[in-house]
């Protein structure tokens, strides 16, 4: 692209802050009084170690600011620019303000739409929110909030809701942090007759040698089909403080697609690339799944155990599923190899299945048939919904959260997590915290 004025040059010795706006224009100078319009000239001025700053409001993007289109793909802004070590490039909104990226009018026909598309590492994306994100194709496709294929990149209080795409997608990269960030209200009522069947709240599919990726204090509900999947994911990832609920559902109760909460693992049936050697072993380490249409926590058929550590399901149609799976009969068999320590469900009729208990190590859980209403302070699931704290983080609320004598209070097998009493606290609350 270019621009008829010179970009400003940032001085050797200091980063220099750059600022972009819904009423700016990409022909000023950059800076608060005169803002650009779009992200994508404030990354051509940008270079690592800057900052670029987006004030808020909306911002109506259209086809014609799609920075570029390749093959089956409509990248809007395309973020391809990297920082360095030590020097990322920053991408945030004002502090105080929201800055919303609205898509609805962006309907590049027969392309997968991706409202940022991140190919650089050492990047820094924060507070900014995407609605609006559209399908235009009937046969198998998926649009995509944030789409990640770089490494050492944070994403931050990003808001991914009421679209027809994923929230945030990883393909590739390394040592990526997905953190405290919101996916909801996200269904694609156009492809493959409108079940909603690829619309997760948070993807995690790295390739061999991606390592060091964590999702970390993100929230998904009523995305028609899961709230986080990491099928197909050839390394490890982490899933850490997560809250998963109603998915697989829209808010006025319409099945969907998959719904389960978190489907940790596996490979497609055939796995035509093969099989990763050695297996990722995922971990997944106090999350609450609750009230999603099919399975809490989902081994999804992965042909190796995982970890599950201080876990909370309730009221899903089956809380904890090990199912897994022999790639030399192709048949679905009981999960082995995981490791199950401290996780606790209640409410449904299905509390534990496809499970080889003799080939997993199993300590200080609890499935429902010891649990009681009382011994939770409280059961209502849409307090998950609650607002965040004001520095990002998961609102302290009383789902779940055990009551002082409850059943899980000190119920735990010590590990490496810290706790407070005399022994862990069975589930992912601990009492006493925050």
Not at 45 to 70: C, F, H, K, N, W
Not at 295 to 305: E, R, V
């Given at each position: 692209?270019?621009?008829?004025?010179?970009?400003?040059?940032?001085?050797?010795?200091?980063?220099?802050?750059?600022?972009?706006?819904?009423?700016?224009?990409?022909?000023?100078?950059?800076?608060?009084?005169?803002?650009?319009?779009?992200?994508?000239?404030?990354?051509?001025?940008?270079?690592?170690?800057?900052t670029v700053i987006l004030r808020g409001g909306t911002y109506a993007m259209q086809e014609s600011m799609i920075a570029r289109r390749e093959r089956i793909w409509a990248y809007v802004t395309l973020l391809d620019k990297s920082g360095k070590p030590g020097k990322p490039i920053t991408y945030r909104a004002e502090t105080g303000e929201q800055p919303v990226f609205d898509l609805s009018a962006v309907k590049p026909a027969g392309l997968r739409v991706h409202a940022f598309?991140?190919?650089?590492?050492?990047?820094?994306?924060?507070?900014?929110?995407?609605?609006?994100?559209?399908?235009?194709?009937?046969?198998?496709?998926?649009?995509?909030?944030f789409s990640n294929t770089g490494s050492h990149n944070r994403y931050e209080r990003l808001r991914m809701h009421d679209g027809m795409g994923i929230g945030f997608y990883l393909s590739r990269g390394s040592n990526n942090l997905v953190l405290n960030c919101d996916a909801w209200?996200?269904?694609?009522?156009?492809?493959?007759?409108?079940?909603?069947?690829?619309?997760?709240?948070?993807?995690?599919?790295?390739n061999r040698g991606d390592t060091g990726n964590v999702f970390r204090g993100c929230r998904a509900w009523f995305n028609s089909d899961d709230g986080f999947d990491c099928i197909s994911a050839w390394e490890s990832?982490?899933?850490?403080?997560?809250?998963?609920?109603?998915?697989?559902?829209?808010?006025?109760?319409?099945?969907?697609?998959?719904?389960?909460?978190?489907?940790?693992?596996?490979?497609?049936l055939e796995a035509k690339r093969g099989l990763p050697d050695p297996m990722p072993r995922h971990t997944v380490i106090r999350c609450v799944a609750a009230s999603n249409k099919a399975n809490g926590f989902?081994?999804?058929?992965?042909?190796?155990?995982?970890?599950?550590?201080?876990?909370?399901?309730?009221?899903?149609?089956?809380?904890?599923?090990?199912?897994?799976?022999?790639?030399?009969?192709?048949?679905?068999?009981?999960?082995?190899?995981?490791?199950?320590?401290?996780?606790?469900?209640?409410?449904?009729?299905?509390?534990?299945?496809?499970?080889?208990?003799?080939?997993?190590?199993l300590a200080g859980n609890i499935f429902g048939e010891r649990l009681e209403t009382k011994d939770f302070l409280s059961l209502?699931?849409?307090?998950?919904?609650?607002?965040?704290?004001?520095?990002?983080?998961?609102?302290?609320?009383?789902?779940?959260?055990?009551?002082?004598?409850?059943?899980?209070?000190?119920?735990?097998?010590?590990?490496?997590?810290?706790?407070?009493?005399?022994?862990?606290?069975?589930?992912?609350?601990?009492?006493?915290?925050?």
């Amino acid at each position: 692209m270019r621009f008829l004025l010179p970009l400003l040059l940032a001085s050797a010795a200091h980063a220099a802050t750059w600022y972009v706006a819904p009423d700016g224009s990409d022909h000023a100078r950059g800076d608060r009084p005169q803002p650009f319009a779009t992200v994508q000239r404030a990354q051509a001025a940008a270079s690592p170690g800057d900052t670029v700053i987006l004030r808020g409001g909306t911002y109506a993007m259209q086809e014609s600011m799609i920075a570029r289109r390749e093959r089956i793909w409509a990248y809007v802004t395309l973020l391809d620019k990297s920082g360095k070590p030590g020097k990322p490039i920053t991408y945030r909104a004002e502090t105080g303000e929201q800055p919303v990226f609205d898509l609805s009018a962006v309907k590049p026909a027969g392309l997968r739409v991706h409202a940022f598309e991140v190919k650089g590492s050492h990047l820094v994306l924060q507070g900014i929110s995407v609605t609006g994100v559209q399908v235009t194709a009937a046969h198998h496709t998926q649009s995509i909030c944030f789409s990640n294929t770089g490494s050492h990149n944070r994403y931050e209080r990003l808001r991914m809701h009421d679209g027809m795409g994923i929230g945030f997608y990883l393909s590739r990269g390394s040592n990526n942090l997905v953190l405290n960030c919101d996916a909801w209200n996200n269904y694609d009522p156009v492809s493959e007759g409108g079940r909603g069947g690829n619309v997760d709240g948070f993807g995690g599919h790295p390739n061999r040698g991606d390592t060091g990726n964590v999702f970390r204090g993100c929230r998904a509900w009523f995305n028609s089909d899961d709230g986080f999947d990491c099928i197909s994911a050839w390394e490890s990832i982490r899933f850490e403080n997560c809250w998963a609920w109603q998915n697989g559902k829209s808010p006025d109760g319409k099945s969907l697609g998959d719904g389960n909460g978190f489907k940790i693992g596996g490979f497609g049936l055939e796995a035509k690339r093969g099989l990763p050697d050695p297996m990722p072993r995922h971990t997944v380490i106090r999350c609450v799944a609750a009230s999603n249409k099919a399975n809490g926590f989902y081994a999804n058929h992965h042909p190796g155990g995982s970890n599950w550590i201080h876990n909370s399901a309730y009221a899903n149609r089956t809380n904890f599923n090990f199912l897994g799976r022999d790639f030399s009969t192709h048949t679905g068999v009981p999960g082995s190899g995981h490791i199950i320590r401290n996780n606790i469900g209640f409410g449904s009729r299905n509390e534990l299945a496809q499970l080889d208990r003799e080939k997993c190590q199993l300590a200080g859980n609890i499935f429902g048939e010891r649990l009681e209403t009382k011994d939770f302070l409280s059961l209502d699931v849409s307090l998950l919904a609650a607002p965040r704290q004001k520095d990002g983080s998961l609102p302290h609320i009383d789902f779940m959260r055990p009551a002082p004598k409850g059943k899980m209070v000190d119920a735990g097998e010590k590990g490496a997590e810290p706790f407070n009493g005399k022994a862990p606290d069975a589930g992912a609350i601990e009492s006493g915290s925050t």
